[in-house]
C-alpha cells in the first residue's frame, strides 16, 4: 500500500509554484479533503539583526503563545559565514526566541557557570511553564540543560563525557529530543545518538523514573549489522533514537529513525504498535522526529524525514502514510537536509535543517 501511494505521489506538475507545497496527492486528485494541506510562507521570518548567521538549525519548539524557539550551532559555521572574509556576519546566540510574525525577542546561550553547554546542540523543547530545555549529539554530551526562558540555568541532568551506556540511570548518551510531560512533571529523553532508549527523570530535581528499549525491552548496547530493508524489523533500537512526542492521550510517540520506523508506548514503557515508512530509506533513515496536529483528538502524525527530504503525514488511528509535501532543494519549501518539526496553534508546521541546509521555514496550513 506504501508503495503504491509513493508511486503516484513522486508525480508533480512541472508548473508549480517554488513557493506553493501542494501535496502530491491533492496534485493528481486523489487526497482525502480532510488531510492537512501546507504551503510555504517565503517571506517567514523576519530578517535576522546584528548581522546575525545561523548555522545549522538542529531543534525548534513552539511555546503556549505560539512563539518559535530554535536553538542552532554557532561552531559550524566557517570563516567566510563569520564575517572574517568579508563585511557579513556575526554567529546568531545558540537559542532565539520569535514571535508568530517572525521577529527576533530574545536570544541567550553558550558555556556559563554552573552548567556544562553541550559540544554539538541538539533538540530544544519549551515546557508549559515556559523553561528551556536544550540537549547535544557531540561525543561528550551525556547530559541535558533546563533554563528560565530568559537563560537562567534551573537543571542540568547527567555529566559530560560520563556516559556509560544505554543502562545509565544517571547520564545519557548524545541525546537527540525532549518533551516534559506536565502532569506528571516528568520529562522524557530520546537517547539518541550514542544510547538506544527513551528514559524519563523527575523535570523538577532530575531523579532517575525509568527507561526502555524498542519493544519495551531493556535496551542493549550490542554492536548491530547495517539496516538491511530485506531482513525485517530488528529488536533494537538503532542510534539515533532521534525523537519523542507525547499525545494527550497518553500515548508516547519514539522515532527510531534509522529503521524507518515509529513505535507507540505506553508513559510505562509498555510496548503498544508500530509503523514502517518508506522502508526501503538507506543512509540516515526516514523517521527523524514525531510531531502530534493540534486538533483535539490529534488525528495526525507529522513526520520529517531528512533523507528523503519530505515530511509524511500520518494517519495517528490507522499510522498509515496519507500524503507527504516537501523535495530535495533549496528553493522555498524545499529541504536540504530537513531535522526538525514543530507546530502551533493555528496547525502551521516550522522545520529546520541542518548540514548546509542551515534554516528554519514556516509552512501555513491551508486546508485539511
Known amino acids: 500500500m506504501l508503495l503504491t501511494f509513493l508511486a503516484v505521489a513522486c508525480a508533480a506538475p512541472d508548473d508549480q509554484r517554488e513557493t506553493e507545497v501542494t501535496s502530491p496527492a491533492l496534485q493528481t486528485g486523489g487526497a482525502r479533503s480532510d488531510i492537512p494541506q501546507f504551503r510555504v510562507d517565503p517571506f517567514w521570518a523576519r530578517e535576522l539583526p546584528n548581522n546575525w548567521m545561523l548555522g545549522q538549525v538542529s531543534g ?41 510574525d517572525g521577529n527576533v525577542l530574545r536570544s541567550w546561550g553558550g558555556p556559563g557557570d554552573g552548567y556544562e553547554w553541550p559540544e554539538n ?3 530544544i523543547h519549551v515546557d508549559p511553564e515556559g523553561n528551556v530545555w536544550i540537549g547535544g549529539n557531540g561525543p561528550g554530551d551525556a547530559h541535558v540543560l533546563k533554563f528560565t526562558g530568559d537563560g537562567e540555568f534551573l537543571l542540568q541532568i547527567g555529566r559530560a563525557g560520563q556516559g556509560g551506556g544505554s543502562n545509565d540511570t544517571e547520564n545519557l548518551g548524545r541525546p537527540a529530543s525532549i518533551e516534559v510531560d506536565p502532569a506528571a512533571r516528568e520529562v522524557y529523553i530520546a537517547d539518541g545518538y550514542g544510547n538506544r532508549r527513551v528514559i524519563v527523570f523527575d523535570s523538577d530535581t532530575g531523579e532517575y523514573k525509568r527507561h526502555w528499549g524498542a519493544y519495551g525491552e531493556p535496551p542493549d548496547d550490542t554492536d548491530l549489522p547495517p539496516y538491511d530493508p530485506e531482513a525485517g524489523p530488528i529488536r533494537h533500537f538503532r ?13 508516547v510517540y519514539v522515532a527510531d529513525r534509522t529503521n524507518n520506523r515509529l513505535q507507540v508506548y505506553q508513559k510505562d514503557g509498555q510496548f503498544v504498535t508500530e509503523a514502517f515508512v518508506r522502508t526501503e530509506t538507506l543512509g540516515s ?16 502524525v507529522f513526520i520529517p524525514d531528512g533523507t528523503n527530504n519530505v515530511v509524511w503525514i500520518l494517519d495517528r488511528t490507522s499510522l498509515e502514510v496519507v500524503d507527504h509535501f516537501g523535495r530535495l532543494g533549496k528553493n522555498a519549501g524545499q529541504f536540504y537536509r530537513l531535522h526538525n518539526l514543530a507546530i502551533d496553534s493555528r496547525g502551521n508546521l516550522y522545520t529546520t535543517e541542518v548540514n548546509v541546509g542551515q534554516r528554519l521555514q514556516k509552512f501555513d496550513r491551508i486546508g485539511g
Open 60 to 100: 525548534v519548539a513552539v511555546d503556549d503563545r505560539d512563539h518559535v524557539w530554535i536553538v542552532h550551532r554557532p561552531r559550524t559555521l566557517d570563516a567566510r559565514q563569520r564575517g572574517e572574509e568579508g563585511m557579513c556576519c556575526v554567529p546568531a546566540p545558540p537559542v532565539i526566541e520569535l514571535d508568530p
Open 121 to 123: 546542540e541538539h533538540g
Open 239 to 251: 542510534s539515533p533514537v532521534h525523537g519523542v512526542a507525547i499525545a494527550h492521550d497518553g500515548l
Open 285 to 300: 533513515g526516514s523517521v527523524s522526529g514525531v510531531t502530534l496536529s493540534v486538533d483535539a483528538a490529534q488525528r495526525w
